[in-house]
Every structure is written in C-alpha cells, then in structure tokens.
C-alpha cells in the first residue's frame, strides 16, 4: 500500500466515526485498524506498510506505545541513525 492509498483509506475510516473493536484485549484496537485498511494480520516483525508500522492506541488509555524495538532484525537502519 502506498501512502496515498494509506491517506484515502484512513480518511475513510475517520469518516466513519467511532468503531467497536472487533477483538477484546490489547490488541484489539490494532487488530480492527488493520482489518479496515484491508491488512492481513501477521506476527511477523516487520513493518506494516513498506517502511512504516502501524501503531494504534485506545483513547484516554494509561498504557504506553513501543516506538523502537529490541529485534536487531526488524530494523532496516542504524538503530542510533533512527533516534
């Protein structure tokens, strides 16, 4: 997916308004944006879009988001270059 195709169907999903998660947990919000852009789940650790990973976060959540990751093979640069 492009990141013109990510904008057009993101504000699609922003049209829509609140939507019920469709998994319980902490990964349910993730899990619901994903099936709305049309993403196959995957544990794989690489970026979701080409270069990018889709992070999303419940709102008035007190938990934190992971930014950088630990995986020395998820990481496409430098890991000091990126921060």
Do not use: C, Y
Not at 30 to 41: C, F, N, P, S, V
């Amino acid at each position: 997916m492009t990141i013109n195709q990510f904008r057009l169907r993101f504000d699609k999903i922003r049209q829509m308004g609140w939507v019920p998660s469709k998994r319980r947990g902490p990964t349910g919000v993730g899990h619901t944006l994903e099936q709305l852009l049309g993403l196959k789940e995957n544990n794989v650790a690489l970026p979701d879009l080409g270069k990018v990973e889709l992070k999303a976060h419940r709102v008035n959540s007190p938990s934190m988001i992971t930014l950088f990751t630990f995986n020395r093979r998820a990481w496409k640069m430098n890991q000091l270059d990126a921060i």
